[in-house]
């Protein structure tokens, strides 16, 4: 059984531009999340999908915005990059959607913006 | 506001003890928690899960104790072993919000000592 993966492991973006974060969901998952962790901090709600619709959405501007495919995988894209975006992002899947289920994490993209 | 506060940032046990860490929250509308592991360079990997309903949650070593009236939970992992140092996190999720959005602590590093 394949667990979550995502692509890049690293990245150095430059503030003002864009950039794509990908997951691949584990094996049989339908629900994905993404969460943001910032140095010395947890883990971050940003937004979930769940049949390709955003199904939830945390305390994040419009610019973090992301897409989920029929295969359940998923992006990640933030426009504008601030320097505070700056963080390592997490993927999460699960095997349904609901409040009570566990949720299962990729290894994470670090994200450095200059 | 924090409404997942892990007050100890680090806890140091010698090996074949136990460990106990602990959370507490504010938010009265939480009814599932969870409790991840996080090595460097790792995303966060599941543990145990408990929900309002119940009081105690066990599964080999770990044990997931939650006092509702004071908002709290705590884990125990009996006996410590060296592969047990790491970075442990609480979350909490509310029903209502019917995605499943985890609200994470701080953290805790655990360091267990030979």
């Known amino acids: 059984e394949t667990g979550v993966t995502q692509s890049p492991t690293h990245l150095i973006k430059t503030r003002g531009q864009q950039v794509t974060l990908r997951c691949s969901s584990q094996s049989g998952h339908n629900t994905v999340s993404w969460y943001q962790q910032a140095l010395g901090q947890g883990p971050q709600f940003i937004f979930q999908?769940?049949?390709?619709?955003?199904?939830g959405r945390g305390n994040f501007p419009p610019r973090f915005s992301g897409l989920q495919f029929p295969n359940y995988s998923s992006e990640l894209n933030v426009n504008a990059l601030e320097l505070d975006d700056s963080a390592l992002y997490l993927c999460a899947s699960s095997p349904r959607t609901g409040w009570n289920t566990e949720a299962f994490f990729g290894q994470g993209t670090r994200l450095t913006v200059v | 506001d924090q409404q997942v506060k892990q007050n100890s940032p680090s806890l140091s046990v010698q090996e074949g003890r136990i460990s106990i860490l602990n959370c507490d929250y504010t938010?009265?509308?939480?009814?599932?928690f969870l409790w991840y592991k996080k090595y460097p360079a790792e995303g966060p990997t599941f543990l145990i899960s408990?929900?309002?309903?119940?009081d105690k949650n066990e599964d080999g070593r770990f044990t997931v104790f939650l006092n509702k009236s004071a908002k709290h939970l705590s884990l125990h992992i009996v006996p410590s072993q060296p592969g047990d140092s790491a970075v442990y996190f609480c979350a909490a999720s509310e029903g209502e919000s019917g995605a499943q959005k985890l609200v994470f602590g701080q953290g805790t590093r655990l360091t267990i000592n030979p």
């Open positions: 999908y769940y049949r390709e619709e955003e199904n």
């Open positions: 938010n009265s509308m939480f009814d599932y």
């Open positions: 408990i929900s309002s309903i119940k």
